[in-house]
C-alpha cells in the first residue's frame, strides 16, 4: 500500500513491511525510515531483498503487508539494475541509454511545458496555474541539469564490460 506522507520529516518509511514471491518470504516485517537530506546505501547478500526494497519505494511493486510511505518533490525515480526494454538491448545497450531510459517521464514533462508555452498568450488563469505546477515537477526532479548528467554518464561507454575500439584495432583499445 503506498500512502501520503506519515510525518512531515519523513521522506521514505517503511513500515512493517512483509514481501513474499510464492513460498518465500523475501522481507519479513521490514522497518526503514529516511529522512530529507539522508544518503543511504542498500548492501546485502545476493537474493537478499534489495532490488525488492527499491522496487518498493519506487511504487514498482507493492508489499504483501505494510505500508509504503513516499514524500519526495516531484516523485521518486527507479533504474532496475539490468537494461532489458532499454534502447539497443542488453548486448549493445550503454549507460548513456540506461540514463535515457530513466529520463523518459522528464522527457514528457519538458514536452508538456513547451506545449504549455507555445500557449502561453491565449493562457487562462488555470492554464498558467497548470503551467506552474509543471515547472515545479520538472525543476524539483532535476530536469534543468539532466542533460549535464546524461552527458556525463554517456563517457562512461557500454554497460557492459566488453572491447572497446581504437585506431589500430577496431576491437581492442
Same mark, same amino acid.
Given at each position: 500500500?503506498?500512502? $501520503?506522507?506519515? @510525518?512531515?520529516?519523513?521522506?521514505?518509511?517503511?513500515?512493517? #513491511?512483509?514481501?513474499?514471491?510464492?513460498?518465500?518470504?523475501?522481507?519479513?516485517?521490514?522497518?526503514?525510515?529516511?529522512? @530529507?537530506?539522508?544518503?543511504?546505501?542498500? #548492501? /546485502?547478500?545476493?537474493? +537478499? /531483498?534489495?532490488?525488492?526494497?527499491?522496487?518498493? !519505494?519506487?511504487?514498482?511493486? %507493492?508489499?504483501?503487508? /505494510?505500508?509504503?510511505?513516499?514524500?519526495?518533490? /516531484? *516523485?521518486?525515480?527507479?533504474?532496475?539494475?539490468?537494461?532489458? *526494454?532499454?534502447? *539497443?538491448? #542488453?548486448?549493445?545497450?550503454?549507460?548513456? %541509454?540506461?540514463?535515457? +531510459? $530513466? !529520463?523518459?517521464?522528464? &522527457?514528457? !514533462?519538458?514536452?508538456?511545458?513547451?506545449?504549455?508555452? $507555445?500557449?502561453?498568450?491565449?493562457?487562462?488563469?488555470?492554464?498558467?496555474?497548470?503551467?506552474? %505546477? !509543471?515547472?515545479?515537477?520538472?525543476?524539483?526532479?532535476?530536469?534543468?541539469?539532466?542533460?549535464?548528467?546524461?552527458?556525463? +554518464?554517456?563517457?562512461?561507454?557500454?554497460? &557492459?564490460?566488453?572491447?572497446?575500439?581504437?585506431? $589500430?584495432?577496431?576491437?581492442?583499445?
Amino acid at each position: 500500500m503506498l500512502t $501520503a506522507p506519515h @510525518p512531515a520529516t519523513s521522506q521514505l518509511r517503511l513500515t512493517e #513491511i512483509t514481501k513474499r514471491y510464492g513460498d518465500r518470504v523475501v522481507l519479513d516485517r521490514a522497518d526503514l525510515t529516511v529522512s @530529507p537530506g539522508e544518503r543511504v546505501g542498500v #548492501i /546485502g547478500d545476493n537474493g +537478499s /531483498g534489495k532490488s525488492t526494497l527499491l522496487r518498493l !519505494l519506487a511504487g514498482e511493486e %507493492d508489499p504483501s503487508n /505494510g505500508q509504503v510511505t513516499v514524500s519526495a518533490p /516531484g *516523485g521518486v525515480g527507479y533504474l532496475p539494475q539490468t537494461l532489458d *526494454g532499454v534502447s *539497443g538491448g #542488453i548486448p549493445a545497450g550503454t549507460v548513456a %541509454d540506461a540514463v535515457d +531510459s $530513466a !529520463l523518459a517521464v522528464l &522527457r514528457d !514533462l519538458e514536452s508538456r511545458m513547451r506545449e504549455a508555452e $507555445a500557449a502561453l498568450g491565449s493562457a487562462t488563469s488555470a492554464d498558467l496555474a497548470a503551467y506552474g %505546477d !509543471l515547472v515545479a515537477e520538472f525543476e524539483a526532479r532535476g530536469g534543468y541539469n539532466a542533460d549535464a548528467r546524461r552527458r556525463g +554518464s554517456a563517457r562512461s561507454g557500454p554497460a &557492459r564490460p566488453g572491447p572497446r575500439p581504437s585506431a $589500430a584495432h577496431p576491437l581492442r583499445r
